[in-house]
């Protein structure tokens, strides 16, 4: 597809005579359609040129406009330090609807990525814990990245990271061998087991001779020990039943489910290299790499009892994967509350003596809290959410809005499953990832505010739309005037930066830049729908809106697609 920024970026820098590849990365969609469709900040140049913004953007200005008829320039304006670009509309409705057409439901795919390896480590939840809403979070975000930078071609593989490994297990066991019987653990796996867990730390904090037993019980697991390694399987197969159902509803997709457990073995390796490095030293009995002149706290590498640390599996899982899967990025997806844990590994990381490669791609993807409208939501709180509940209170409430539209909906169910998870799916990927979140119901499943039910319900009007003709109309035969109008160019434009939206969530590791832009669209849509009337008696009128209905169609789809959103055909 013609590239406009590509374009303009070629004609500033023969005008200038610098880096055309620079110059593109320069330059900016405005915001707002009053400032053209493209804007170059002039003082990028400043220093080179050594002139004022101002003068470099007037100077350019007329340069440009000297073989404007040429070009694929409207018409360029100087605001402030800024050129702002109009493109001629002409040629951006042709090439987008080419573009459309060739590629229909590939639109916007890419092979930027092609060769490149991204590991995605998200979702990671605790065995025989809860499933929490961080850790909804976590799956949600992942997702959408996983099938973002798929869509541009790299070659993508998820790890879900599970916390599968740690002294706690240890006391499970024991906790497990005293009132195993009590508890029907087969039946609730996580609800069972978080009884047990909180009981037998009672218990720990009473009988210095329990705390005992549970810490041996960790040191048989870690030496292989059958009972215990059995009865930890048991746990970990059981709480993975539990997460499944989560999944089913959820998605999530994953390659790998290696959690800290097998990582944990690979440990001693990543002492071995820290310890020739000479940087590992002993600090009260435990071994740290000193991070003071990072102005951080040390990393621990070893616990006074010798076990391994979350910091050191971490250190552990880098080397293995860099190996595993040669790696050009690893993705971590957790809350902000791990940004110093990540700190400190990736700092460490650079001592293992692995290639530059693999620790400049290490990249932390931090998110905010989750706040329900009564407080915050975390597993320290004893009273905690349990997700599954959640998840199918969205769809029971989403069954009873559609339920008052329809009455003859044959598939109800599968609908409100569609618009019940897409709802909490979109709600969390609406707003920049790092802002703490509000989790409102009232929010999430309004049909007419900025919300996932809104973009499907925009999406499943197209659909109607489109299932009352025959055949879109064929490319060449549309007048392209027709599109010319300002609500209908609005869509046009949108449409033909879908790939640039793409492009841009991935290299911020953002989803939300491409949820904000499905919103835009859908409402660029629903002003177009309410201004103009579809089934136009104009033949000309009407094969131009029918493509446009089209276009919104396969973008507001396969955008929500990518989020990890399932559209549905009717709601
Ligand atoms: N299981 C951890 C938790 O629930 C998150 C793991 C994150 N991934 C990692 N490689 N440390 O907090």
């Not at 195993?180 to 609730?188: A, Q």
């Not at 073995?265 to 991070?291: F, M, N, Q, R, W």
Request: hydrophobic share 35%.
């Amino acid at each position: 597809m013609l590239n406009f920024k590509k374009e303009l970026a070629k004609i500033i820098s023969d005008a200038t005579n610098s880096n055309e590849k620079e110059i593109e990365g320069y330059i900016e969609i405005p915001p707002d359609d009053t400032m053209g469709d493209y804007a170059f900040p002039c003082f990028k140049l400043a220093k080179e040129l050594k002139k004022a913004p101002a003068i470099i953007a007037s100077e350019l200005k007329e340069k440009i406009n000297e073989n404007i008829e040429q070009s694929v320039i409207e018409k360029v304006e100087v605001a402030g330090g800024y050129l702002n670009f109009y493109i001629r509309k002409d040629i951006l409705i042709k090439v987008t609807i080419e573009e459309v057409n060739n590629e229909k439901e590939e639109y916007g795919k890419s092979d930027i990525g092609n060769g490149k390896n991204i590991v995605i480590d998200y979702s990671h939840p605790n065995i025989a814990k809860p499933f929490h809403i961080g850790h909804l979070r976590s799956t949600v975000i992942g997702q959408a990245l996983y099938n973002l930078y798929e869509y541009l071609g790299y070659n993508v593989k998820g790890l879900n990271y599970l916390g599968d490994y740690g002294t706690q297990f240890g006391k499970m066991i024991e906790g497990y061998k005293l009132w195993g019987k009590e508890y029907n653990i087969e039946e609730n796996p996580i609800e069972e087991l978080t009884k047990i867990y909180i009981r037998i730390n009672e218990l720990c904090k009473q009988d210095e001779n329990v705390l005992e037993s549970c810490r041996n019980n960790f040191k048989l697991l870690e030496d292989g020990d059958p009972y215990c390694m059995d009865l930890w399987k048991r746990f970990r197969k059981l709480s993975l039943k539990e997460f499944q159902r989560i999944y089913n509803l959820l998605g999530g997709r994953f390659d790998s489910w290696e959690g800290e457990a097998a990582i944990a073995p690979k440990v001693p390796e990543v002492l071995d290299i820290l310890e020739k490095t000479g940087k590992l030293v002993k600090s009260e009995g435990a071994k740290i790499i000193d991070l003071e002149e990072k102005k951080m706290p040390p990393c621990i590498i070893e616990k006074t009892n010798g076990s391994s640390t979350y910091a050191s599996r971490d250190l552990a899982a880098i080397l293995h994967r860099a190996r595993t899967y040669n790696f050009d990025k690893a993705i971590y997806v957790t809350s902000y509350e791990q940004n110093l844990h990540f700190k400190q590994v990736f700092e460490v990381a650079k001592l293992l003596g692995i290639d530059e490669k693999y620790t400049n791609g290490l990249t932390h993807v931090p998110f905010g809290m989750v706040l329900l409208k009564t407080g915050k939501m975390s597993t320290r709180e004893g009273n905690i959410i349990k997700l599954e509940d959640l998840l199918n209170e969205s769809i029971q409430r989403a069954k009873e809005i559609i339920k008052e539209k329809h009455t003859d909906l044959a598939n109800e169910d599968e609908i409100a499953t569609k618009v019940g998870i897409g709802a909490i799916i979109f709600n969390d990927l609406s707003n920049s990832r790092i802002k703490d979140e509000i989790f409102d119901w009232d929010i999430i499943l309004n049909f007419n505010g900025e919300t996932g039910p809104y973009v499907q319900y925009t999406y499943v009007r197209t659909n109607s739309i489109l299932a009352s003709i025959n055949a879109l109309p064929t490319v060449d035969k549309i007048n392209i005037e027709q599109m010319e109008s300002k609500e209908a160019l609005k869509i046009v434009k949108l449409i033909y930066n879908f790939q640039e939206i793409l492009m841009e969530a991935t290299e911020k590791n953002e989803p939300s830049i491409l949820s904000r832009y499905l919103i835009n669209l859908a409402k660029a849509y629903s002003s177009f729908y309410n201004e103009y009337k579809i089934m136009s008696d104009n033949l000309e009128e009407k094969d131009a809106r029918f493509y446009l209905t089209y276009m919104t169609s396969i973008v507001l789809k396969k955008g929500m697609n990518l989020l990890g959103i399932d559209m549905p055909d009717k709601m």
